[in-house]
């Protein structure tokens, strides 16, 4: 049962997002929250986008950005990335670009994506050269990309020996310290799959940190309008029913055998991110509506959850 997963016209929908994503996190480079030189590469056009989604955006990059850099502090590079439902997101090369290029770099999505986000890499040497080792050597097998360091491999995440096949083929390793990112990504799977994977991913690496952000406290009005919004472009967030507050995930992530977690709405990241980071936010583009900015933030969440010792301190407020 697990592993029988249909296609279906939605998973079109779900991909959209990515291009969603993309596109307002290239918006938000180009305002000059952050710096990612490579995003222009996988979003050529965008519409300039609202202040409240542009902070919203440069909030959560700021948030995943803070625990990888913990993560990183405590196993050094020697350690790999598992981006689940990568989307055309670009830490890879931006990390290529620090002294902290990890030792091996993994990101999975649908073929439709893993596909075209290919293409983009093969199109734009600044792409390609950094994930060439020195002989130039990549290697194309059905699709996925295999190098030294770095892959991009098609897999539905709703399939379990899909993920464990796929995860070998890219050369994970149960002992390495694994840091697996989903942002974005369970709220498109049913809870039962997503409980099913973060349960097999527990199970797969005992020395593990975990980055979710996801939506949360989807019961209200704001979250209805929210659902009927994605609804109508095609995409039922099947796992809606999940994201209920944000200790609730933190305790689905416990209840599928993670040894800790601990979630936090967006609101209260925002406040402990560096003064500094939110004074050069509000000078980039001052905000007429706060309120709307607070609504928007109380529907995200990010949870941190661990297994193993050596991530035991994970914390917003480390
Ligand atoms: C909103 S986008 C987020 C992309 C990226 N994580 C980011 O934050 O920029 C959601 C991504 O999850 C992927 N996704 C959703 N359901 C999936 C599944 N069952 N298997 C693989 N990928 C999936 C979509 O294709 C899409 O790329």
């Not at 993309?22 to 300039?48: M, N, P, Q, S």
């Not at 290529?96 to 893993?114: C, G, H, R, S, W």
Request: hydrophobic share 45%.
């Amino acid at each position: 049962m697990d592993n029988i997963v249909s296609w279906t016209v939605e998973d079109e929908a779900i991909i959209a997002t990515n291009t969603d994503a993309t596109e307002c996190k290239r918006c938000a480079v180009e305002l000059g929250y952050w710096k990612d030189d490579y995003i222009k590469y996988f979003a050529k056009h965008v519409d300039r986008k609202a202040p409240e989604i542009n902070r919203g955006y440069y909030a959560r990059v700021k948030a995943m950005e803070m625990f990888i850099h913990q993560f990183l502090e405590r196993c050094d590079t020697k350690c790999q990335i598992i981006n689940l439902g990568c989307g055309f997101d670009t830490l890879y090369w931006r990390l290529k670009d620090t002294t902290q290029a990890v030792a091996n770099f993994i990101e999975l999505d649908f073929p439709a994506v893993v596909r075209k986000k290919y293409q983009i890499i093969k199109r734009n040497k600044q792409l390609l050269e950094k994930i060439c080792n020195e002989d130039g050597e990549v290697v194309i097998r059905s699709g996925d990309v295999h190098a030294a360091g770095y892959h991009l491999a098609a897999c539905d995440l709703r399939c379990e020996r899909e993920v464990a096949r796929q995860l070998a083929a890219c050369e994970a390793r149960a002992d390495a310290p694994t840091l697996l990112l989903a942002e974005c990504v369970l709220v498109y799977l049913r809870p039962g799959a997503g409980d099913a994977l973060l349960r097999q991913l527990a199970a797969a690496f005992p020395r593990a940190a975990l980055l979710l952000y996801e939506q949360c406290n989807l019961a209200d009005r704001f979250g209805e309008v929210m659902l009927r919004n994605l609804h109508a472009r095609g995409v039922s967030l099947e796992g809606a029913a999940a994201a209920g507050p944000p200790h609730a995930q933190a305790r689905r992530a416990l209840a599928a055998g993670w040894a800790r977690a601990r979630s936090w709405d967006m609101r209260e990241v925002w406040r402990a991110l560096p003064d500094a980071d939110r004074a050069r936010a509000d000078r980039l583009e001052p905000l007429d509506e706060r309120e709307l900015l607070q609504q928007l933030h109380a529907h995200y969440a990010l949870t941190v959850a661990s297994r193993g010792e050596i991530f035991a301190d994970l914390d917003l407020h480390a």
